[in-house]
């Protein structure tokens, strides 16, 4: 469900799921194809806030490093 609506994307670390970190990674590569950069660095940094309730940090940081985080306000904050 949430892989068809990009809105979405960023509370699926926070469903049920076996394997969080893949869904993370998963989550991610769908944010790879989408074709607006804003919306991606949009949906990433309200991914990167939420998965930090149930993932470390480092784990986060590692799976979601691209030039696009690191660009985004929420994620330099």
Do not use: H, W
């Not at 699926?12 to 989408?34: F, I, K, P, Y």
């Not at 660095?41 to 806030?49: K, P, T």
């Not at 940081?61 to 994620?75: D, G, N, T, W």
Request: charged letters at 25%; a neutral charge; zero cysteines.
């Amino acid at each position: 469900m949430f892989f068809q609506y990009p809105g979405l994307l960023p509370f699926a670390v926070l469903g049920q799921s076996n394997d969080r970190v893949e869904t993370l990674r998963r989550v991610n590569r769908e944010l790879e194809g989408m074709g607006n950069l804003q919306a991606q660095r949009d949906v990433a940094a309200l991914m990167a806030v939420l998965a930090g309730l149930v993932l470390e940090k480092g784990l986060i940081q590692r799976i979601l490093r691209s030039e696009m985080m690191r660009e985004s306000v929420i994620y330099q904050e």
